[in-house]
T-cell receptor, first 115, second 114 residues
Framework: GESVGLHLPTLSVQEGDNSIINCAYS??????FIWYKQESGKGPQFIID?????DKRQGQRVTVLLNKTVKHLSLQIAATQPGDSAVYFC??????????????FGKGTHLIIQP | EAGVTQFPSHSVIEKGQTVTLRCDPI?????LYWYRRVMGKEIKFLLH????????ESGMPNNRFLAERTGGTYSTLKVQPAELEDSGVYFC????????????FGEGSRLTVL
């Protein structure tokens, strides 16, 4: 099966609400995880990353949570805005040392913001 | 600073024809990657250049795909002959150092094989 996957392919939220996008991974050796955002007509854009020695990392309006016990990764977006509409991809690094080499992407979750 | 640029943005060809996709990375980025996303599926790694050398081409599907990066600047990805299953969006990404997973992606080249 896939190493990196998603619980939901599409997520619809009301503007202003918080969004939670989930991702499961199966490779217990992965030690580095990343979230990318792809807006329509554009290429994926790096949002935030986290290493396996952490369980939480915060950015601007985004928080990534890592639960190594159940091999689960999530991206939380606070106060969702129309500009957050995009496909969100989680990615894991299956090689030691982290970095961009050996990145495996999931299928993506389409986040839809309703007014 | 210019980002990663890809050309063409969309190409429609018939099965058996040849298509060449081009990627211009961010100036000074030694690392250049090609990825592909087939409709509704994950973004899959194709290959990785470090300057003009192929660092990893384990993701190339078969010998109908040929990637080059002469001179270590821009890269081309040729598909010859194209098959229906080659349809998808081909992304190029570049990076300077690889301490993080931050790749700078282009907007992609959408390939439709009829």
């Amino acid at each position: 099966g896939e190493s990196v996957g998603l619980h939901l392919p599409t997520l619809s939220v009301q503007e202003g609400d918080n969004s939670i996008i989930n991702c499961a991974y199966s490779n217990s050796a992965s030690d580095y995880f990343i979230w990318y955002k792809q807006e329509s007509g554009k290429g994926p854009q790096f949002i935030i990353d986290i290493r396996s020695n952490m369980d939480k990392r915060q950015g601007q309006r985004v928080t990534v949570l890592l639960n190594k016990t159940v091999k689960h990764l999530s991206l939380q977006i606070a106060a969702t805005q129309p500009g957050d509409s995009a496909v969100y991809f989680c990615a894991e690094n299956i090689r030691s040392g982290g970095g961009a080499d050996g990145l495996t992407f999931g299928k993506g979750t389409h986040l839809i913001i309703q007014p | 600073e210019a980002g990663v640029t890809q050309f063409p943005s969309h190409s429609v060809i018939e099965k058996g024809q040849t298509v060449t996709l081009r990627c211009d990375p961010i100036s000074g980025h030694d690392n250049l990657y090609w990825y592909r996303r087939v409709m509704g599926k994950e973004i899959k790694f194709l290959l990785h250049f470090v300057k003009e050398s192929k660092q990893d081409e384990s993701g190339m599907p078969n010998n109908r795909f040929l990637a080059e990066r002469t001179g270590g600047t821009y890269s081309t990805l040729k598909v010859q002959p194209a098959e229906l299953e080659d349809s998808g969006v081909y992304f190029c990404a570049s990076a300077g150092v690889l301490r993080t997973g931050e790749l700078f992606f282009g907007e992609g080249s959408r390939l439709t094989v009829l």
